[in-house]
């Protein structure tokens, strides 16, 4: 099975925007690519809670 690589998001000023659980509805602001960045994001902390 292929490791899906984590999304990379950007502000306007270019700097990289830190995923983080709780970010849920800013992320889904910003469509597909931040729902799915908070996903992964979310089912990594849920693995090492395990």
């Known amino acids: ?3 899906k690589q984590p999304f990379e998001i950007v502000d ?7 995923i ?9 602001a910003l469509g597909y690519k931040g729902l799915m960045a908070w996903r992964i ?8 809670l395990s």
């Open 12 to 18: 306007v000023h270019g700097k990289k925007v830190k």
């Open 1 to 3: 099975m292929k490791k």
């Open 20 to 28: 983080t659980i709780l970010g849920s509805l800013g992320l889904l």
């Open 41 to 48: 994001e979310r089912r990594s902390n849920l693995n090492t």
